[in-house]
């Protein structure tokens, strides 16, 4: 037996009830028996000896029905320029991703290219769910990474940018779901991303510039964003979402009061008799405001089978924690 499996059948191995290992003719011989035994499992790719109980009775009936696994989504996460300092909400985001069984990984955007190399590779050997976040700089790279997939003929599931860099690329076609959060009014950021043209997917741009608490430092700190960004990638891994219809771009500069919803897209509704802005608002559980901005329009009685865009959100809204992002 190699060496290596005898030391792990030897951590194994029954103890006495001193604690001490067993030594005796007799004991000796069940260890060998036990060692002999596991190796033939391990020869024949039995995996009975390493297995929980799910595995071994799937093991003693073969033809039991095995249920369908769920695919693993994966999220690659990028921070801006000085990363480990300013961009430390990426870190915490990626932790709140994993916590939900999602495989995320945080990284320099200076080894873009090299990570989205790798998840080609990943993805031919496991296709999952892609989603790419980005802060800053790292919002720039978040493209660019859609775009290197985009050149493979691989789909993105969900892009967010993140006050991304006004540098950025445009949104490539293979990307599903776009969301950019930004300040138009930023130094460091201000990057209002557009799609290529012929773009068919979700888009939804949120310019937070009338937010003068928001920064382009905390910007990528805050619980609420973080909160519903983990509920739309969770959700997305499980059960992509299926949305029938349009998919009506949706661009909003969000209200200083106003939290900040990551709506998806824009649905089209017709009007009924009697409808107004304010009815529509209520009916469809979205701010007044959104669909003042999303139809150009002011509250007043719309006209029978006039044409509205109402926001849909990516996933239901979970709690979020209110109050000032932090500054760090």
């Not at 940018?161 to 959060?181: C, G, H, Q, W, Y």
């Not at 068919?200 to 909160?227: C, V």
Request: net charge positive; glycine share 6%.
């Amino acid at each position: 037996m190699p060496a290596g499996l005898v030391a792990v059948h030897r951590a194994r191995m029954p103890k006495i009830p001193n604690g001490k290992r067993m030594s005796n003719p007799i004991q000796a011989a069940v260890i060998i028996l036990w060692a002999t035994l596991s190796a033939c499992m391990l020869s024949t790719g039995s995996n009975l000896a390493l297995a929980g109980p799910a595995a071994r009775s799937n093991a003693t009936a073969p033809d039991a029905a095995q249920p369908a696994l769920q695919p693993r989504a994966r999220a690659y996460l990028f921070r801006g320029a000085l990363g480990p300092i300013f961009s430390r909400g990426m870190d915490r985001l990626t932790k709140r991703l994993e916590e939900a069984g999602i495989s995320a990984d945080v990284y320099e955007f200076t080894i873009c290219r090299l990570i989205a190399d790798r998840a080609i590779r990943d993805f031919r050997d496991d296709p999952a769910p892609i989603t790419l976040i980005g802060h800053s700089m790292g919002g720039l790279c978040a493209l660019t990474f859609a775009g290197i997939l985009q050149s493979k003929n691989i789909q993105v599931s969900l892009v967010v940018t993140i006050d991304p860099a006004r540098a950025s690329p445009k949104v490539p076609l293979n990307v599903e779901r776009f969301i950019n959060i930004y300040l138009s009014d930023s130094v460091l950021g201000g990057g209002d991303v557009v799609a290529e043209q012929g773009y068919r997917g979700h888009y939804a741009s949120f310019d937070l510039k009338q937010h003068p608490e928001i920064t382009h430092i905390n910007i990528d700190k805050m619980d609420s964003i973080h909160d519903q960004l983990v509920t739309a990638v969770a959700r997305l891994a499980t059960r992509p979402v299926q949305t029938n219809g349009e998919a009506l771009p949706l661009r909003f500069v969000v209200p200083p009061e106003a939290s900040v919803e990551l709506w998806d897209s824009g649905a089209p509704q017709l009007a009924r008799s009697g409808d107004t802005l304010q009815k529509l608002a209520a009916l469809n559980q979205v701010p007044l405001w959104s669909l003042i901005q999303a139809n150009q329009l002011q509250d007043s009685v719309l006209t029978a089978g006039q044409r509205v865009i109402v926001p849909r959100r990516l996933a239901p809204l979970v709690a979020t924690t209110t109050g000032v992002p932090p500054k760090r």
